[in-house]
Each structure stands twice: as structure tokens, then as C-alpha cells.
């Protein structure tokens, strides 16, 4: 079911790309969608979690990270306090001023290599490297039907904004997901991102645009704080490293985070250009909270038999009294 609604959405998503999408997608909004076909966020608060990221195997910040950079923040249950993956921005061009009022700043040169290719570690030509974390589990995520785990960002809802037309749009710093069962593979989820340059809002300037969620699948980042993206394993099932067997998804043991450019020089599956906030100096980037692990069946099956049996044990006890 989820295979093909994907493919579906890919098919539509090429459609739209063809011409501004200045229209609403059929994707979620930015939290309390629960009903939404294709990606419904979940809540921090949902029962429905049953463990966390326990460990930071990775993290490779983008240079001069202005947010927080203690990496074991992002471990354990959502609490709002975030590690950064760092501000990008384009040297010479939108480079931070070196008077001292934007420190520190360590500089490298610029990267060689193409912005979509994964194997040149993610290279951009004459932009800074975008950071990386990854986080393993105790517990391999196995592919349940259903969604299999879900990542909180710290977006925020554009409700405040003067525009009365575009107050269902988010501030959100995008980033790409993959996922690894030994640490080396890892296999991205195929993103889609439908809207261009022209749809984002930029009432509060182009470094704090905020863009429409709906236009956007399998990117974490698209849902306000205290809401979650979620995942489903499903969706990667005929990716060439699964159907070879370098990625199992009944044991996957990490997830990689990869800060997006906002400017399109990053694209999606379908080759449409990504937007959100850019120039990301002095904003942290992609603001990793913490990664949801949700349950198998059995699982859920176990929870339900013991409630039962503890249900049964009441009501024996009663009648004996």
C-alpha cells in the first residue's frame, strides 16, 4: 500500500513540477494532520513509541555551526533541546563577515563534487559541506507495516505571519534521511518537493522563508516542534542496496541526517530544485531533537495480551473477595 502511494505521489509530484506550485499539496501539514493520506505527523506525546536513538555514531557538523553542537542532545525522547547541524552558506558570495561579529567561523575550502551525488560525500561546488549526524539503537528498527520510526526538528508554524494567505506555512530547515543496517550503506529516502523560489514566503527575508508543508514527502524537518515526520521502511523495499542485500530493513541500526541546501542547488527524486531558509548563517541549520523508534506488531500484540491478562487477574481477584 505504501509502495504505491508513493509511486503515485512521485507521478503527481512530476506533474507539478512543471510550473510554480503555488497551490497546496496533498501531503501533510505542519502538525495536527493526523488524517493525512501520506505522511500524518505524530505527536511527542504519542503512547505509540517504543524507544529512542542511544547513541551518536557520527556527527560531522557543517563548519562554523552557530547552534548547539553537543551531539548527545539529540538522544532519548524529544525535550526542545536540539544539536545543529550547522549554517550553510555559499563562500565569497554569502560568506559571514570576518570582523569578528559572526565567530567562529572555520572556514575550509570549498568542496568539490556534484550536490546530488552520494558517493563524493556530499560535495557542493563553491558551497560549504551541509552536516550530518547519525544515531544507532539498541533495538534494530524492523520494517513493520505501517511507519517504522519518525524524527523531531524544531520548525515552527508561520501562524504569527501578517499574511493572512500563508499562515499554514513553517519555517523548516529540510534534511535528507537514510538509513544503514551496518554503518557503511546507507539508502536515502526518494524526497519530493514540489514548490520553486517563487512560493516561499519571505516576509521575515529570504534566511527566514517559510514554505508550504504539503508540497514536501519524506524530508524530516517539514513539521513544527512537539510534531514528528515519519517513516516508513516500506518505501525503500526496491532500492538497488535492499534488493542486494547491503541494507537490510528488518535490522536497521542507524539513521543519517543530511542538512539540505536551501537554495535548489539540492534536488529531489524527481530532479526539482529543494527550498527552505537560505542563508542558513547564524541559524543552525537542520536541528535535530530526537528519533522515534515505533513498534512491530508483536509488539503491540504483547502490550495488548498483558493488558488482558492484568484485566483478567483484577476481576478474578475481585470475585474471590
Not at 509530484?13 to 510550473?19: E, H, M, N
Not at 513498534?295 to 483484577?314: D, K, M, Q, S, Y
Request: hydrophobic share 45%; glycine share 12%; net charge negative.
Amino acid at each position: 500500500m505504501a509502495i504505491v502511494l508513493f509511486r503515485l505521489t512521485l507521478a503527481v509530484a512530476a506533474g507539478l513540477s512543471v510550473a510554480a506550485s503555488a497551490w497546496a499539496g496533498p501531503y501533510s501539514g505542519h502538525s495536527n494532520d493526523s488524517g493525512n493520506a501520506f505522511d500524518p505527523p505524530i505527536a511527542a506525546s504519542d503512547s505509540q513509541f517504543i524507544g529512542w536513538a542511544t547513541s551518536v555514531v557520527q556527527y560531522l557538523p557543517a563548519p562554523g555551526v552557530m547552534g548547539n553542537d553537543d551531539a548527545s542532545q539529540t538522544l532519548g525522547s524529544p525535550d526542545g533541546v536540539t544539536v545543529s547541524l550547522g549554517d550553510l552558506f555559499e563562500v565569497g558570495v554569502n560568506e559571514p563577515p570576518d570582523d569578528g561579529s559572526v565567530l567562529p567561523f572555520d572556514l575550509r575550502d570549498p568542496w568539490s563534487g556534484d550536490a546530488n551525488d552520494l558517493a563524493d560525500d556530499y560535495g557542493f561546488v563553491g558551497i560549504d559541506g551541509p552536516g550530518s549526524i547519525t544515531v544507532g539503537f539498541d533495538v534494530p528498527i524492523v520494517n513493520i507495516t505501517g511507519f517504522d520510526f519518525a524524527v523531531f526538528e524544531n520548525g515552527f508554524g508561520h501562524a504569527f505571519a501578517s499574511e493572512v494567505t500563508h499562515q499554514d506555512y513553517i519555517f523548516a530547515e529540510l534534511g535528507h534521511v537514510e538509513v544503514s543496517s551496518d554503518g557503511v550503506n546507507f539508502v536515502r529516502f526518494p524526497s519530493v518537493s514540489t514548490h520553486v523560489e517563487a512560493d516561499l514566503d519571505t516576509e521575515y527575508g529570504r534566511e527566514f522563508a517559510a514554505l508550504d508543508p504539503t508540497n514536501v514527502l519524506h524530508l524530516a524537518g517539514k513539521h513544527a516542534f512537539g510534531w514528528a515526520t515519519q517513516f516508513d521502511l516500506a518505501v525503500l523495499e526496491s532500492d538497488p542496496l535492499v534488493t542486494g542485500s547491503q541494507v537490510d530493513l528488518d535490522g536497521v541500526n542507524f539513521v543519517r541526517i543530511v542538512d539540505i541546501v536551501g537554495n535548489g542547488s539540492v534536488i529531489d527524486a524527481s530532479s526539482n530544485g529543494i527550498f527552505d531558509s537560505w542563508v542558513g548563517v547564524n541559524t543552525g541549520g537542520f536541528d535535530l531533537d530526537a528519533v522515534g523508534v515505533l513498534p512491530e506488531p508483536a509488539t503491540c500484540l504483547i502490550f495488548v495480551f498483558n493488558a488482558a491478562l492484568l484485566v483478567i487477574g483484577r476481576q478474578r481477584r475481585s470475585e474471590r473477595t
